[in-house]
């Protein structure tokens, strides 16, 4: 059998070798239009700033470490420039000229390519770039040889703000400009609101809620919607991809969701024997059941192997993506799993939502940092949409793990009973994803009713009054306007002064105070809802509606 592979990378080589591994007989050959077959492009931002120091590091592997291992022939700088279902063959055009190759079956993984937003004048831009493979990599090195003062990074998404850190972190000044309300869009507005916080301690500027309209005297400026002139000695463009799909749809291929190729659950495409795979392909999303883009290397990874599998016989199925992600900046990790709150609010399905802050490990055992975990649910069932994380350390642990919870089907009555190793340098007898699920269960249950940091305002409107029952000196980094103030410790002794006829939302500093005071004053007769995520939360979002004194 012969196979043709058109793209390498994480898709196109994961088939590639997981084919060898099955099919010693089978005549395997990879094209590939660039230089690089296989490459981390995932670690190519941190070649710009000098932490990663070797740029060979980034080249996985060569044509002829893929020939001496595996016996496949690899071939850069081959472009597939047409298919031809009927023949079945590809027309491939190199340095030599442009020939034909057949095929038994036919894998594409083209992968997406960078957005470049339709703009007057970035066509004659002489500093615009792109950073999704090695070329485009050396492209940037070259701009950052001439010592540029300020860069400006168009999208603040995963890459956009792995770019901003990395840029800063050699001593440029650098802007972000982001068309959506808050950076890191993926993320809910309370959570990104934590990002921003750390963008500005990094004093990397960001303007959110704009776009770039124009590019004059050959990029050096840029114009933004809202008519504000940036100077920008480089710009690197991060508005998100595209499926690389010209060369399906030509070819006769159903081309779906956002120009993605269309496939089934065994990666068929439309046309017989001609599978696809990677950032390029439209996927269910696995929550909602809904076509969706996922450009991760870890599903592409495991899209290149399952179709393999599937051409040597073996019975696998794509169950499709939740889109799970992470990214550093600067002293902080941000990532999520499944789906956001904005999201699950859109589609219209009945949700909940609960936020809790801990530490990455015991609090008493030094080092300890703060993390903040959000968690999206379906109240009666206790199914999991999606969840959220903020923190300095342990972010990843905690949301890998709510997305194994999410893939296997668990729910937020399961969370409480997973249990984890523990010791003071590495965790709490109490994990931060326990504690989700007990205080999703409280929800789920009746035993507290909570209202979001966006509701406070409407519900104080409508009457309810706020009860702050942190101790006096917390009140020092801030306050709520026309709050009460009764200590959680006094609450019992004082609940004389509260009026009984009254509403009231109860909040401390991090929720876990306000909701044994919730349930102290309803078991006294009070209607009470606990302020989620409680005042931290509500300052990280809005510190300019508090009061300092």
Not at 227 to 241: A, C, H, K, N, Y
Not at 297 to 304: D, E, H, L, T, V
Not at 314 to 322: D, Q, V
Not at 478 to 506: C, H, M, W
Request: net charge negative; proline share 5%.
């Amino acid at each position: 059998m012969k196979i043709i592979i058109v793209g390498g990378v994480a898709g196109g080589m994961s088939a590639a070798t997981r084919l060898r591994r099955l099919m010693e007989d089978a005549e395997i050959l990879v094209l590939e239009k660039g230089p690089f077959v296989s490459f981390a492009n995932c670690g190519l931002p941190y070649y710009v700033s000098g932490e990663i120091a070797d740029r060979e590091a980034l080249l996985v592997q060569t044509p002829e470490s893929l020939s001496a291992r595996f016996n496949l022939d690899v071939r850069p700088f081959h472009e597939v420039t047409a298919i031809s279902p009927e023949k079945k063959t590809v027309t491939i055009k190199n340095e030599q000229g442009t020939f034909e190759e057949t095929y038994d079956k036919l894998i594409l993984s083209p992968g997406a390519k960078p957005l470049i937003p339709e703009m007057a004048g970035v066509a004659e831009a002489t500093n615009v770039y792109s950073l999704r493979n090695v070329p485009d990599l050396d492209q940037i090195m070259a701009a950052l040889a001439k010592k540029p003062a300020t860069a400006t990074v168009i999208g603040a998404g995963f890459i956009g703000l792995e770019m901003a850190e990395n840029l800063s972190s050699r001593g440029i000044k650098v802007t972000v400009v982001e068309k959506a309300p808050h950076v890191l869009p993926p993320l809910d507005e309370e959570m990104a609101a934590f990002v921003q916080n750390e963008l500005i301690r990094n004093d990397v500027r960001f303007i959110t809620g704009e776009s770039a309209q124009s590019f004059t005297e050959q990029g050096q400026k840029i114009v933004l919607t809202n008519g504000e002139v940036l100077q920008s000695d480089m710009t690197i463009l991060s508005v998100g991809v595209r499926p690389e799909s010209s060369l399906a749809k030509d070819a006769g291929i159903k081309i779906g969701l956002g120009g993605g190729i269309m496939v089934d659950e065994t990666y068929q495409t439309s046309v017989s024997d001609i599978y696809a795979v990677g950032d390029a392909i439209v996927v269910k999303q696995q929550i909602s059941e809904e076509d969706a883009l996922i450009a991760l290397a870890s599903p592409a990874n495991r899209q290149g192997r399952q179709v393999a599998d599937v051409i040597a016989c073996l019975k696998r199925s794509n169950r499709g993506s939740i889109g799970t992600a992470i990214v550093r900046v600067f002293d902080l990790a941000a990532a999520s799993t499944g789906l956001s709150e904005r999201t699950v609010k859109q589609s219209g399905l009945d949700y909940q939502v609960v936020h809790v802050s801990g530490k990455d490990h015991a609090s008493y055992y030094p080092g300890a940092s703060e993390l903040t975990l959000k968690l999206v649910f379906e109240p009666k069932t206790g199914k999991l949409y999606g969840a959220q994380g903020v923190g300095g350390k342990g972010i990843d642990k905690r949301i890998d793990i709510l997305a194994t919870a999410i893939k296997g089907g668990l729910t937020i009555f399961d969370l409480p009973e997973l249990e984890f190793t523990y010791a003071p340098p590495f965790g709490s007898a109490k994990d931060p994803v326990n504690m989700l699920g007990y205080a999703a269960i409280n929800l789920s249950e009746g035993i507290s009713d909570s209202i979001q940091w966006s509701q406070l305002k409407e519900a104080q409107e409508k009457g309810y009054q706020l009860l702050d029952v942190r101790n006096p000196e917390e009140l020092a980094n801030g306050r709520f306007p026309d709050a009460l103030s009764i200590p959680l410790n006094q609450l019992r002794d004082r609940v004389s002064e509260l009026d009984p006829t009254k509403a009231y939302i109860v909040s401390c500093h991090s929720g876990l105070r306000s909701y044994v005071a919730e349930r102290l004053l309803k078991q006294k007769g009070f209607k009470v809802k606990n302020l989620d995520g409680a005042f931290a939360l509500y300052k990280t979002v809005r510190p300019e509606e508090l009061l300092y004194d």
